[in-house]
């Protein structure tokens, strides 16, 4: 199938734990997203990558580290995780950037810190 | 700060029922005003789009209405149906901001058969 997909779905850890979240495209996209809604399915736009290249770079801790190794994976490296970080992730990706383009979401990643 | 006001947070229409969510904006930048569908445990997908030279955009049962003047827009869900039961949020974008997308804090439609 044709997709953003996203491994793990569901991620429990401790307070403090470093974890990756790895996304991958399909499409033939090149621009890739994370976002991250919070409890309340509150959406926010955390970074993005066109052509492996970082063009959005919102207020996110530094402990949030992505990573592009090709233009078809994104993955999201968090570090000294907080309780606070716990939120589903979702992956998305576009054809492009700069223009008006469908992005097509990935199916999130929950994320609990305990 | 969000940049898009949506209402209501939630409502329940009966089935055949027309659903009505709204949005606001403050930033006359935004020239790109999506709405995406979202069903538990599932990503976000996008369901209709408008841009802000026409006032009215129709897909089926789905239609956006865009008042540029009152900075408002607004989904109408006609003939409701249980399978369109699901979190909508409206967004808004524009070029200088690369099209990033300002999302709604969302509208959970519960419709009752």
């Known amino acids: 199938d044709t997709a953003v997909s996203q491994t793990p779905k569901y991620l429990v850890t401790q307070m403090g734990n470093d974890k990756s979240i790895k996304c991958e495209q399909n499409l033939g996209h090149d621009t890739m997203y994370w976002y991250k809604q919070d409890s309340k399915k509150f959406l926010k736009i955390m970074f993005s990558y066109n052509n492996k290249e970082l063009i959005i770079n919102e207020t996110v801790p530094n402990r949030f580290s992505p990573k592009s190794p090709d233009k078809a994976h994104l993955n999201l490296h968090i570090n000294s995780l907080e309780l606070g970080d716990s939120a589903v992730y979702f992956c998305a990706s576009s054809q492009g950037s700069g223009r008006v383009y469908e992005q097509f979401f990935g199916p999130g990643t929950r994320l609990t810190v305990l | ?113």
């Open chain 2, 1 to 113: 700060q969000q940049q898009v006001k949506q209402s209501p947070q939630s409502l329940i229409v009966q089935k055949g029922g027309i659903s009505i969510i709204n949005c606001a904006y403050e930033n006359t930048a935004f020239d790109y005003f999506p709405w995406y569908q979202q069903f538990p445990g599932k990503g976000p997908a996008l369901l209709i789009a408008i841009r802000p030279d026409v006032s009215e955009k129709k897909e089926g049962r789905f239609t956006i209405s865009f008042n540029k003047s009152a900075k408002q827009f607004s989904l109408h869900i006609m003939d409701s149906q249980p399978g369109d039961s699901a979190t909508y949020f409206c967004a808004a974008s524009y070029l200088e901001d690369d099209y990033k997308l300002s999302f709604g804090a969302g509208t959970t439609v519960t419709v009752r058969a």
